[in-house]
C-alpha cells in the first residue's frame, strides 16, 4: 500500500485544522496540524513534509508576515505552499502566486480539484480521488465471478475484492450502479495490478481496475459521488 505523503497544515482555529485535517486524511496524505508559523517550524526540524497549506483567513499583514518568513526560513524553503482562502479573485491569486506560493485553493474546498492540485506538487501518480465504495458490480464476462464488491471507486477506476485473482491487462465488460444514483453505469476496465490474499490481511485480496472506455456522463457521476463521500459532512469556516 501506498506511503502517505506528509502536509503540514497551519490554521489557527481548530474547526479550520479538522476539516483541513479530515480531508487530507480522506484522499491519503498525512497531515501534521499546527495553530502558527512559528510552531509549525519548530514541527519541521524533526518532521520533514511534502507540501506545506496555509489558511490564508487572516488579515492581510498577517497572511503576508507568514508567507514571507515561509519562504525565507531554510526549514521551509524550497516545499511547495499552498494558500486556502474563502474569496480570492484573480489579482490577489496572481500576488500570492509572486509571492512564491505554489497554489490557491478556495473554499468549500473542491476535492477533484485540491487532489489534482496536491498530486502535481508532490509528486503523487494518481490522477484522481478514491473513496470507499461497496458496490455490487456485474460482469459480462462472468470472472472471475458473475458479480464481485468493490473496496473503493474513483473516476479513473475501482478496486474489486476477491481471492481468485486475473492477469494484468485482462479487459472485463462491467455494470454498476452508484448509491443514490439510479441510472446503471456501463464500462471497460483493464486489470493493472493484483492482491493476493496472504497471511496477515493488512489489504483486502482482488483486484485494481483501470476504466478504459468510460463516458464523460459516467465520469461526471462518478466524480459527484466521490465529493459527495470524501467531502459532504465537512464543514468550512469562510469568515476571517
Known amino acids: ?6 502536509v503540514l497544515v497551519i490554521c489557527s482555529s481548530a474547526s479550520g485544522r479538522l476539516s483541513l485535517g479530515v480531508l ?11 495553530k502558527t508559523v512559528f510552531e509549525a517550524m ?3 526540524e524533526q518532521e520533514p513534509v511534502s507540501l506545506v497549506m496555509l489558511d490564508g483567513d487572516t488579515p492581510e499583514s498577517d497572511r503576508t508576515n507568514a508567507i514571507s518568513l515561509l519562504k525565507k526560513v531554510t526549514a521551509t524553503r524550497g516545499i511547495p505552499l ?3 482562502l474563502s474569496a480570492v479573485d484573480e489579482t490577489l491569486s496572481a500576488r500570492l502566486l509572486s ?3 505554489a497554489a490557491v485553493i478556495t473554499k468549500p474546498v473542491d476535492i477533484s480539484l485540491a487532489y489534482g492540485i496536491l498530486g502535481s506538487l508532490s509528486g503523487g501518480e494518481r490522477k484522481s480521488p478514491r473513496a470507499p465504495a461497496r458496490i455490487r458490480v456485474k460482469i459480462e464476462e462472468q470472472t472471475p465471478a458473475p458479480a464481485l464488491f468493490s473496496i473503493n471507486i474513483s473516476e479513473g477506476g475501482m478496486y474489486l ?6 492477469p494484468e491487462d485482462t479487459v472485463l ?3 454498476f ?3 443514490h444514483d439510479q441510472e446503471e453505469i456501463s464500462v471497460a476496465g483493464k486489470v493493472v495490478r493484483k492482491t493476493p490474499l496472504g497471511i496477515k490481511l493488512e489489504e483486502e485480496p482482488g483486484i485494481g481496475i483501470n476504466f478504459v472506455n468510460v463516458s464523460e456522463d459516467a465520469r461526471n457521476r462518478i466524480r459527484n459521488f466521490v465529493t459527495w463521500a470524501l467531502s459532504s459532512d465537512i464543514e468550512w469556516e469562510t469568515n476571517i
Do not use: F, Q
Open 1 to 6: 500500500m501506498d506511503t502517505k505523503k506528509k
Open 24 to 34: 487530507l486524511n480522506r484522499v491519503w496524505y498525512e497531515p501534521i496540524l499546527t
Open 177 to 179: 450502479s452508484l448509491p
Open 161 to 166: 475484492r476477491t481471492a481468485d485473482l486475473l
Open 82 to 84: 499552498i494558500i486556502i
Open 173 to 175: 465488460h462491467l455494470s
Open 99 to 101: 509571492e512564491g506560493c
Open 42 to 44: 519548530r514541527l519541521l
